[in-house]
């Protein structure tokens, strides 16, 4: 029997696949169980779960970040609103918007000043939450501007004013969306929605999309004349837009939340809630909803990434695979998903820290080329969940296939601490 020669080339070879499968094996690890905690980087709020460690001066910085208006060193003051603005915001719309615009000096980011990320903020909450976001999270890179809708309150929203995306939402949209256009030399707009924002994005591009002139006088009435509505479509179909826990349906998402607090309801089209809720706000049953605006998108070319959280017991887990479908059908080669399992709703932003920025890069959007080098390396060996997807049709078995994978993990995690 003849003997084998073992030469360097074959120890080479033994101790590079050793690494690799070394590096396959942590990588998997590392995202087990729908975590994205990774070993080289992580979004500062995962860490500081994580970790434990210097809570208190984190919420201090928070608190100063949210309340009183603090910048992080790598953030500049852009424009700033004149007395005349602020002056023609309130006869247009009767309140003023607060429009703040960022500019982003991080010299580890790549950042184009003309492509700023509007940002569309959830109820009960302020402008002020795309801040803590971009201190925090890793999701907002680049220039931001960011506004409050009229209902806009810290933690409890003013209702009277809440209609949850529909239009009085997307005319202060359009108009943050038309004044980032006029004063911040942008020459394409991505927009990140989240929640009720999510809802009011889409809506906003429905609206800018009908050719019926349904909304022409409202238009028309905050300074969009047929010509704006052009140009601004143009700044948008050339960005690239996150829909982060989206609101899709909210006479979906009252029934739904109603099952799920266990609340005896007769009948479901015609909800003793929904119509409470219609009694208290500004929100119209028939209004604008983001799951049929998404079917108004076939002569639109958008880039869309939608971030799902499993167990989103706010906006509901029901009409996912349904918006994802729509927009699909309208731009089957730049539609992306991405899910997560970092606490529901009001969730850490982890899923998104890495895919968010590979998305950004692949349009043309600002990122952070270390995130960026990471995911492109481990990709391949990470579970579904927290990977950038373009699923197509089977989108609801991959959804439903992964929610399955997470609640089984969730149901061992209870085992092992019980």
């Not at 890179?141 to 949850?164: E, Q």
């Not at 911040?184 to 050719?211: E, P, Q």
């Not at 052009?230 to 739904?256: F, Y």
Request: glycine residues 6%; positive net charge; contains cysteine.
């Amino acid at each position: 029997m003849k003997r084998m020669r073992i030469s360097s080339t074959h120890i080479r070879a033994f101790f590079i696949a050793l690494s690799c499968a070394v590096l396959a094996g942590v990588c998997a690890l590392c995202f087990k169980g729908g975590s994205s905690m990774i070993a080289l980087k992580t979004n500062r709020l995962e860490s500081i779960l994580a970790s434990k460690k210097d809570i208190a001066g984190w919420l201090i910085e928070g608190a100063g970040i949210y309340f009183f208006n603090k910048y992080l060193p790598t953030w500049k003051q852009g424009v700033v609103t004149s007395r005349e603005e602020r002056k023609n915001q309130r006869t247009l719309l009767n309140y003023t918007l607060g429009i703040e615009h960022i500019i982003d000096a991080d010299p580890t980011k790549v950042v184009d000043h003309t492509r700023p990320t509007v940002y569309l903020h959830g109820w009960g909450d302020t402008k002020n939450s795309a801040k803590l976001i971009k201190a925090n999270c890793d999701v907002l890179p680049g220039d931001i501007v960011t506004f409050n809708f009229r209902d806009a309150g810290v933690i409890l929203a003013k209702w009277r004013y809440s209609n949850l995306g529909q239009l009085p939402d997307v005319l202060s949209a359009l108009y943050a969306i038309k004044w980032t256009k006029d004063n911040t030399g942008a020459k394409a707009i991505d927009l990140f929605g989240y929640s009720r924002g999510g809802a009011t994005l889409l809506n906003t591009l429905a609206v800018l999309n009908d050719d019926s002139g349904a909304y022409d006088a409202d238009l028309q009435r905050i300074g969009i004349t047929a010509q704006e509505r052009s140009e601004i479509l143009t700044l948008l179909q050339r960005g690239c837009h996150v829909l982060d826990c989206p609101l899709t349906d909210m006479n979906v998402t009252i029934n739904e939340f109603i099952k799920h607090k266990k609340i005896p309801i007769k009948n479901e089209s015609n909800s003793f809630w929904i119509k409470a809720f219609q009694a208290f706000t500004r929100y119209k049953k028939d209004g604008l909803q983001g799951l049929s605006s998404a079917q108004s998108f076939t002569n639109l070319h958008l880039n869309i990434l939608m971030h799902f959280q499993h167990r989103d017991t706010i906006v509901s887990n029901k009409n996912e695979a349904e918006l994802y479908k729509h927009l699909y059908q309208s731009n089957p080669n730049t539609t992306y998903m991405v899910l997560g399992n970092n606490g529901g709703h009001l969730h850490s932003h982890a899923a998104l820290a890495h895919t968010v920025h590979s998305f950004k890069k692949k349009f043309g959007g600002s990122y952070d080329p270390e995130y960026v080098a990471q995911y492109d390396a481990i990709k391949n060996t990470i579970p579904v969940g927290n990977r950038l997807l373009q699923p197509g049709m089977c989108v609801e078995d991959i959804i439903a296939l992964y929610y399955k994978q997470c609640h089984e993990a969730d149901s061992k995690k209870k085992k092992h601490a019980a």
